[in-house]
């Protein structure tokens, strides 16, 4: 069984930091990579940044480059997103995802994986 809980979303002003968690448990096949995703208030989810387990490679969304940090901390069975230089246009709804890798390496996330519930991050002008 699969279970992801975020925590440390916030309000904050343009140019603040905030770092989100994601609590994990389950096999490890289950979170072959992991990733943080967003949604605003009526636009489609988004991805932010995804990490492989398995060599720690990681993707960013060209938005959050040089701003955001996706890390992993296997010991803690925790997932976190180091958010610095924070925009108006970062405030969404943010979910920790994770799922087992294809045969062939790739990540199905977003279109298959385990989801949290999500934590709201808000950044005032």
């Known amino acids: 069984h699969v279970q992801l809980v975020e925590s440390g979303g916030g309000s904050v002003q343009a140019g603040g930091s905030l770092r989100l968690s994601c609590a994990y448990s389950g096999n490890t096949r289950s979170r072959g990579c992991m990733g943080w995703f967003r949604q605003a208030p009526g636009k489609e989810r988004g991805g932010v940044a995804v990490i492989v387990s398995g060599d720690g490679s990681t993707t960013y969304a060209d938005s959050v480059k040089g701003r955001f940090t996706i890390s992993k901390d296997n010991a803690k069975n925790t997932l976190y997103l180091q958010m610095n230089r924070l925009k108006p246009e970062d405030t969404a709804m943010y979910y920790c995802?994770?799922?087992?890798?294809?045969?062939?390496?790739?990540?199905?996330?977003?279109?298959?994986?385990?989801w949290g519930q999500g934590t709201q991050v808000t950044v005032s002008s």
């Open positions: 995802a994770a799922a087992e890798l294809y045969l062939d390496g790739r990540c199905p996330l977003p279109d298959i994986g385990y």
